[in-house]
């Protein structure tokens, strides 16, 4: 999850449902819906993997006044695979 006032500096916050972590400032940017991007505002990725390890987000964005939701179908961690396994996803 990403919060941040308009265009400010994002403060990300990473959730593990699994071993109940909660970690504020995180390490990289939360997974983005390639066709909205970064937003303006909030973002919240929910980030799963399925039976054959594909890692995918379902990505609601706000920019431009509205909450969009997205997909991001093959996860990339600043430019890298993402590792679910290895926080923060």
Known sequence: MTAREEDAPANEIIVDAIGGDVVTHGRGQAPVDPSVGEGRRHRVALVGRCEEQHRFALVLTQVD?????????????????????????
Not at 68 to 87: F, I, K, N, Q, T
């Open 65 to 89: 006044g509205e909450t969009r939701l997205g997909w991001s179908p093959e996860l990339s961690y600043d430019g890298a695979e993402v590792d679910l396994d290895d926080p923060p996803w």
